[in-house]
Each structure stands twice: as structure tokens, then as C-alpha cells.
């Protein structure tokens, strides 16, 4: 819930219309999930240092910080339903790194024994980079002999740098994915990861960050779908005939407001609600090739996955536990198809 700057309006924590999340919680606990995934991104309510739009947020007590108060009316208290039904697999998002809420990962979150950030003190010349945020190697979870998931931590990620300007990551991110690439052959793989390899906030004719160029040099045969957060949207991207990519699936609108309402993000729709939606890619480039499919949309839901007999089916779901699209996820042809739904 950042509240100063030019970005997006702050979201009323205290409106179960506008702040969905509990509601979102509750009806992903009403499936009956055997695991949940979460993609990063717990902990929002940072700061609010602007007093002439703060006021009505602390009138209502609302909770602000990075302490006990902030995790627990922010994450862990309206996670509750959803923390009850089931274990958990949790990707560090950057709201986590350690110049933010990285003392809560630490204590509440992190799978490893806790380590100490050096500093949380949000914009200060402390800014987290992956050399500095205690940036975790990544590791392997079997799913009897059906899956792989390979859970990465890529939190303080410069992705919006060029490989020129952040040649350190490149070694980082080697190290730091070395399960990915020592994965067991025949097996399907999915990297779950927060900050994504391919989307719709990284500029269309940037150069290669680091871990594109990563991917360039090469991923596993194996790897079907990247599975990511960090924009706050639903989309899908698809790489037909793309020598190989495996599709990229962002789950980002759950947590906090969607990129809907943010005039400096790409899908910022303003007055017009769906109109930054699509049905097809725009035709961008993502780091040099075209999207043969996928869609977006600025809707809050959580995406519901469920094994069939030849892939994945899966349902994006609403705080109301509502359908808004059904998925066919193909891992032989690396392809995740998504309805687009009546716009709003």
C-alpha cells in the first residue's frame, strides 16, 4: 500500500471490494487444494508518508510497516483459510528483498535457517541487488515421478537492466539456478520463479537482461512453463516455433491493486475498465521474438491447476470463487491456452 509518489491511488485495505485478497484467500481454501504456490509478493503495506492522503488510512487503524502488525494484517491473517488447507510452496518476491520486507521472509517465510538482513530501510542506498539480499540457491521438489518444480529466488533481480549494465547477475543467476539445470532428464520440469523472463513491464527493444541471457545459452528440454508473479495481472505468453521456450504464465492479482490501476504501468486502463485486456499478444517482441499466443487480464483471481489425463487443466478463479477463463496447459507442445472472457 505505497502511498506517495505518482503511482497508483492507495487501496483501502479496510474494503473487502477493494482489497480482495481475504476473499481471494477464503475461495482458493474452498477447492481443496492438495499444495499451494505462491508466487512472491506477502508484504505491501510498507509506508504511507504522505499526510493529506494517509489520514483516512490511519483513522481507520489500518495497519502500516514492516513489523508483526504489517505481515499480520497484510498476509498471515487473511491467508489463514488458505494456510490451513494445505502445504505451501513459497517464491520470495522483491517486496521481500532485504531493503524491505526481508526480516519477515526471513522469520515467517524463507525455507532456510534464518539469516540476518544488513539493512530494511525502503530506498536508501542499501537498495537490494542479488549480491547483496542473502539471494538463495535454487532447489528441486519431486512430485512423485509425475513433475519437477524448481523454486528460484531471482527477488532482487535488476530484469529492467540490460546485461551490460548488471554483468555480476549472469554469475549470480548461474549459480543460484543450478538445479534448474542439473534437473533429472524425462521428467516434465516447471520453474517457479517471481520476477518473469518474458512480460509486458520490460521495454520491448531492451537489450537482453541477465537471465535472458541465461535462457539464450540455453534451457532444459524439459522445462514446459515459467510460472511467475510480480505483475499484477493475469497473462500468458506462448513460443511456437520458437526454437524451444517454454510458455510463461503470470499469476500476479491476488495480493494488492492490479496494474489496472497504476498510471505508470503498460495495462493502467483508467476510466475504461478491460480496455488494456487481450485476446492475442500485440505483437511486441520479448526478448527478440514475437508471442504466438496468450492474453491478459486485469482481473483479481488466483488460478486453480488440476492434473488430467494428457496435461493440465486449469480455471482462473475470482474472490467470489467464479470462473473467469479455463486453461488447457500442454506440456509436450510448451503451450498454456486460455478463453478470454466477457469483457467487463
Not at 118 to 135: E, F, K, M
Not at 164 to 183: C, E, G, P, S, V
Not at 303 to 326: F, N, P, Q, V
Request: charged residues 20%; contains cysteine.
Amino acid at each position: 500500500m505505497p502511498a506517495s509518489g505518482p503511482a497508483d491511488p492507495i487501496q483501502d485495505c479496510a474494503s473487502a471490494r477493494d482489497w480482495p485478497w481475504p476473499r481471494l484467500a477464503a475461495a482458493a481454501a474452498a477447492t481443496r487444494p492438495d499444495l499451494v504456490i505462491h508466487l512472491g509478493d506477502y508484504h505491501y503495506r510498507e509506508y504511507c508518508d504522505d499526510p493529506a492522503r494517509c489520514a483516512a488510512v490511519r483513522a481507520q487503524g489500518v495497519a502500516i510497516g514492516y513489523g508483526w502488525a504489517g505481515w499480520q494484517a497484510d498476509f498471515l491473517a487473511p491467508a489463514q483459510p488458505l494456510l490451513a488447507a494445505a502445504p505451501w510452496i513459497v517464491v520470495r518476491g522483491n517486496h521481500e528483498n532485504c531493503d524491505r520486507g526481508g526480516e519477515g521472509w526471513m522469520r515467517f517465510l524463507s525455507p532456510l535457517p534464518y539469516q540476518q538482513c544488513a539493512n530494511q530501510a525502503y530506498r536508501t542506498a542499501s537498495q537490494s541487488v542479488l549480491g547483496n539480499n542473502l539471494t538463495a540457491d535454487a532447489y528441486r521438489i519431486e512430485l512423485g515421478e509425475r513433475l519437477t518444480l524448481v523454486v528460484a529466488d531471482n527477488a532482487a533481480f535488476a530484469d529492467y537492466l540490460p546485461l551490460a549494465r548488471a554483468a555480476d547477475d549472469l554469475a549470480i543467476l548461474q549459480r543460484t539456478l543450478r538445479a534448474l539445470t542439473t534437473a533429472p532428464t524425462g521428467r516434465p520440469l516447471w520453474l517457479l520463479i517471481h520476477k518473469p523472463l518474458w512480460y509486458d513491464l520490460l521495454p520491448a527493444a531492451a537489450p537482453p537482461n541477465a537471465l535472458q541471457s541465461l535462457a539464450r545459452s540455453g534451457l532444459p528440454a524439459s522445462l514446459q512453463f515459467v510460472f511467475s508473479g510480480h505483475e499484477h495481472a493475469f497473462a500468458t505468453l506462448n513460443f511456437a516455433g520458437s526454437g524451444g521456450r517454454p510458455a510463461q504464465v503470470i499469476v500476479g492479482a491476488s495480493g494488492t491493486q492490479l496494474e489496472a490501476f497504476d498510471p505508470e504501468s503498460p495495462l493502467y486502463e483508467g476510466a475504461t475498465p478491460g480496455s488494456r485486456e487481450q485476446s492475442q499478444p500485440d505483437g511486441r517482441l520479448h526478448d527478440g521474438i514475437a508471442a504466438s499466443s496468450g492474453i491478459v487480464l486485469n482481473r483479481y483471481s488466483f488460478l486453480l491447476l488440476e492434473r488430467a489425463t494428457d496435461g493440465w487443466d486449469g480455471t482462473l478463479i475470482d474472490a467470489d470463487g467464479r470462473a473467469i477463463s479455463r486453461c488447457r496447459l500442454d506440456g509436450t507442445g510448451r503451450q498454456v491456452d486460455c478463453s478470454f472472457p466477457t469483457r467487463p
